[in-house]
């Protein structure tokens, strides 16, 4: 079973296990001008249910729940070989997914209607496009290989998720936040451009490049992308990332600088001591202290925590926390911040800091369950924190006998950066939030499905019960992120609010939404469970 400092270091966001490679330096190096062979004769490699290597790659999803059996999966290695790949999948009238990561928690990729998925995790260079002065990340680059590329050769990055497993695909088509993202934003506001395949209303596909430059035709398709959600408009191939005002050639200055140094916080406390009272202090302490510094102002723009409520069986809830090293003070200023926390709680707590280089930090955040590789989990935006019956509600949850898995409920920090921007400017809508908070287990048995998935669902429900089950925008919740997404919101058996899930996810984006589905994918060639519909 996971301990508890694994368990506090996993931020589980977003989307890619396989790691590429893009040549460091390569200064607008294009895959194709590779020197050595770098994409097989073939083209697209077909893998169907006889060939040896089916079982690697049908097993390569995230949520061992949902298990796919499609006809064909097709590895691609270029954007031509996916408009050619998707060109023949819709001529013969074949469901399609797309995977990149394959992290996704419920199950559209993993269908059992899906015929063929396109596997994009071969696609992974990452370099400089001098032509367009940003970088390019294909889309199956991971958030590591991405943070490593971008680090060390030009000493910049960008605001992305926790996990470095994780891939860019669907991460940043879903928003993507992460550690850096009250200093920076979320990394959605920093994309310049996206390439997709699309399919017209003949049924041919195309790749086009979408920009986020006032008079680009396409806007609105890059529009869609900046949160947007993956698999409903085409399939991305790949991303240049450059900060909004960063006209310069100089690719050092195209992206916010990272940090030299990080001080990092680890703290514990012990179940076995945590009483009700306690346990309710801790955690109004942690959502008053967001609601007071909710802005980007320093010295706190660059803080950020994960408070990982665990179930009692657990043993400990952990606390990781992290401020920029180079800060003047910066020592005084993470003991406050844990002063502030602790303030009345009453129970004695363990605490680690260190000093640690920001790539060797980053790196070190993995993601492993140890074999707990199944999984439900719902997300919501919290605009003010918890009341106090929500907090009862949770306490009562993670007390009680039923979690057999990893049940736990993770508050992250939000805010700062990410909500200077105006909720029309991208596509993710929740611009004023202070926390996201995450209900969650994860198990290893089949036979445990039913019990965890109704563990996590009612308590769910419970918390959010004063509006019908979910985080309906109101003065104190502000809905979900589409990179949790959670089937049950479109269910009137778990969502009683009247609230239809589209509102939740997107608010007033929605019909924007819809009409970029209209124009880009009107035969709906790539759709799932919470895709957008263009009626």
């Not at 966001?13 to 020197?35: D, E, F, K, Y």
């Not at 406390?269 to 980007?296: C, I, K, Y």
């Not at 989990?377 to 919290?382: G, K």
């Not at 009562?396 to 409920?409: N, S």
Request: one cysteine or more; a neutral charge.
């Amino acid at each position: 079973m996971l301990t508890l400092t694994e368990l506090t270091r996993r931020a589980f966001l977003g989307t890619t296990t396989v790691t590429g490679g893009a040549a460091l330096g390569l200064i607008g190096a294009r895959a194709s001008a590779s020197p050595q062979l770098r994409f097989p004769p073939q083209g697209a490699v077909a893998v169907g249910p006889d060939d040896l290597r089916y079982q690697d790659l049908v097993n390569r999803g995230f949520n061992a729940r949902f298990a796919a059996r499609p006809e064909w999966i097709r590895l691609v290695h270029t954007t031509g070989q996916v408009v050619r790949v998707v060109d023949e999948a819709v001529r013969a009238g074949k469901r399609i997914s797309v995977r990149s990561g394959g992290h996704c928690f419920e199950g559209f990729v993993d269908d059992p209607s899906v015929q063929v998925i396109v596997d994009t995790c071969e696609m992974n260079e990452v370099y400089y496009d001098p032509e367009r002065r940003a970088f390019a990340v294909e889309v199956g680059a991971t958030l590591g290989q991405v943070y490593r590329t971008l680090y060390l050769g030009w000493g910049v990055t960008v605001p992305g998720g926790e996990c470095h497993q994780v891939g860019v695909g669907g991460h940043v088509v879903g928003g993507g936040f992460g550690p850096l993202s009250r200093r920076d934003g979320l990394i959605v506001d920093h994309l310049y451009a996206v390439e997709v395949v699309v399919v017209d209303r003949w049924g041919r596909a195309r790749a086009v490049v979408a920009t986020r430059d006032a008079d680009d035709p396409n806007r609105e398709l890059w529009w869609a992308h900046t949160g947007g959600g993956g698999g409903n408009f085409g399939i991305v191939t790949r991303y240049w990332l450059r900060s909004p005002g960063r006209t310069g050639d100089d690719p050092a200055t195209a992206l916010p600088e990272a940090p030299g140094t990080l001080l990092k916080a680890e703290v514990t406390w012990p179940w076995s001591r945590m009483t009700e009272q306690a346990f309710a202090r801790l955690v109004r302490n942690h959502g008053a202290w967001h609601e007071r510094h909710a802005t980007d102002q320093a010295p706190w723009s660059s803080l950020w925590s994960q408070l990982t409520l665990t179930h009692r069986a657990l043993g400990r809830i952990g606390l990781i926390a992290q401020l920029d090293g180079a800060l003047p003070g910066v020592r005084p200023l993470m003991d406050g911040y844990l002063a502030a926390l602790a303030d009345g709680v009453g129970v004695p707590h363990e605490v680690r800091m260190s000093f640690t280089p920001w790539l060797k930090a980053t790196m070190g955040n993995g993601f492993d369950t140890t074999g707990m590789n199944r999984t439900k989990s719902a997300d919501a935006f919290l605009r003010r924190a918890w009341t106090e019956q929500q907090i009862a509600t949770c306490y009562r949850y993670l007390g009680d006998g039923r979690q057999a898995g990893i049940g736990a409920v993770f508050l992250y920090s939000y805010g700062g950066r990410i909500n200077a921007v105006p909720s029309s400017e991208t596509a993710v809508p929740q611009r004023d939030s202070v926390l996201r908070a995450w209900v969650t287990s994860f198990w290893a048995a089949r036979e445990q499905d039913a019990d965890q998935v109704a563990w996590v669902r009612e308590f769910y429900r419970d918390l959010y019960a004063a509006t019908g089950g979910v985080p309906v925008p109101d003065t104190a919740t502000d809905g979900v992120g589409v990179n949790f997404p959670d089937v049950d919101l479109a269910d009137p058996r778990w969502n009683t609010s009247g609230v239809p899930w589209h509102t939740l996810y997107y608010k007033a984006n929605y019909p924007r939404l819809q009409r970029v589905k209209a124009r880009w994918d009107p035969r709906d060639v790539f759709h799932h469970a919470l895709s957008v519909k263009s009626t």
